[in-house]
């Protein structure tokens, strides 16, 4: 986020409850299924939370294809130490399957760990299936 929104400082982390993380879209993707939620009772994910300037909005829109319709853009509501908020979260206009690369999985998994995920949601993160590129 730093490299490509950097008008856009962390506002703190939450969870998306009732909703999984997963992958989906493989052949928009150029190495591997591209991350995406769906409604799941009982599942949760951790999210990291930014207040976004209207510039880098545009650009992550760009970055993240929501202006081509690859991904929409949701308002959740996000369960946080200080109660809900509602946030815009990116949900991949794709149906489920495929299974991401290495490094897709490894960016997530960094990316929750140095937001103060929980070690054993990092660590399921880093178990997932998944392929390196070129397989």
Not at 15 to 30: D, Q
Not at 37 to 63: C, I, N, R, T
Not at 91 to 103: C, H, I, W, Y
Request: charged fraction near 20%; include cysteine.
């Amino acid at each position: 986020m730093l490299e490509r929104c950097p008008h856009s400082p962390a506002a703190g982390t939450g969870w998306l409850v009732g909703w999984r993380l997963t992958f989906g879209g493989e052949e928009h993707g150029w190495d591997g299924a591209l991350p995406m939620v769906v409604p799941e009772p009982g599942k949760q994910v951790f999210v990291a939370l930014y207040d976004m300037s209207p510039h880098d909005l545009a650009v992550l829109d760009y970055w993240e294809g929501a202006d081509q319709g690859l991904y929409k853009k949701l308002r959740m509501r996000i369960s946080t130490l200080d109660g809900d908020i509602l946030a815009y979260v990116y949900a991949l206009n794709g149906f489920e399957g495929g299974l991401p690369s290495a490094r897709a999985i490894g960016l997530i998994a960094d990316a929750a760990q140095a937001a103060g995920a929980p070690e054993d949601y990092v660590a399921e993160l880093r178990s997932r299936p998944c392929h390196s590129l070129g397989e």
